[in-house]
């Protein structure tokens, strides 16, 4: 209408562009996550590091934490972090607990409510991933909802990241908890390490 008007407003323009390109991200967004659930494809099973993937995930974040104004510290004190599976899926995993974050500590008061703290450590047999954050934290009537599918308090929100997750780590022989604390929440999962890898000098098998 407004190209026809001959009145063409540029500022206007950009911005319903903008919107249209949001909503279109949003909805590819969307469509993946369903594929991704529905889908019942075996994972890919490879040994890789958790701490790696952590690392590449804060390159993938990094843009949208500076435009929330959030700052993320990575503490990545696991020693023995390699496990085995879909490093793709795992990352997925990692953005849906940070975006989770994001989106509580958006909104929330100044001061600490703007960071986000996501740790790697060492468990026994496994490796533990936690992702805290400072804002509203989990009502406790929500706690035991907050992997169901379609679960969700947000405005836009589809109730699948976390349910998504939970389908991805148990795949990988894995858990995750849900701790609302006394600012905020933690989300914990912990994965099964990868069995210790074999050196030069010790062959697969003996030659007989
Ligand atoms: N870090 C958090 N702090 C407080 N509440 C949380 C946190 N993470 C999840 N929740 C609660 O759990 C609900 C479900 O989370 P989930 O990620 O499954 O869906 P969503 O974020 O609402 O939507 P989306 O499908 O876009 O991820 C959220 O709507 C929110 O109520
Ligand atoms: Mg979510």
């Not at 969307?30 to 958790?50: N, P, Q, T, V």
């Not at 435009?67 to 879909?86: C, N, P």
């Amino acid at each position: 209408m407004m190209l026809e008007s001959g009145r063409v407003n540029r500022e206007e323009l950009l911005q319903i562009l903008a919107d249209i390109k949001r909503d279109d991200l949003r909805a590819s967004e969307i469509i993946k996550r369903m594929r991704a659930m529905l889908s019942r494809r075996d994972i890919e099973r490879c040994r890789f590091s958790l701490n790696e993937v952590v690392e590449q995930t804060a390159t993938v974040l990094r843009s949208e934490a500076s435009r929330r104004g959030i700052s993320v510290d990575y503490e990545l004190r696991a020693r023995h972090a390699d496990i085995l599976g879909d490093p793709v899926q795992i990352q997925q995993a990692i953005i849906n607990l940070m975006l989770n974050a994001f989106d509580a500590t958006t909104g929330g008061p100044p001061q600490d409510a703007c960071r986000v703290r996501v740790e790697t450590s060492d468990t026994p047999g496994g490796v533990k991933l936690s992702v805290r954050d400072f804002g509203a934290g989990i009502a406790p009537a929500n706690l035991t909802r907050v992997f169901d599918s379609f679960f969700s308090t947000k405005r836009d929100g589809m109730g699948l990241g976390l349910p998504i997750t939970r389908s991805i780590v148990e795949a990988h022989g894995g858990m995750i908890d849900a701790t609302s604390c006394e600012v905020g929440a933690e989300f914990r999962i912990i994965l099964p390490m990868a069995p210790a890898a074999r050196g030069p000098d010790q062959p697969m098998s003996s030659a007989q």
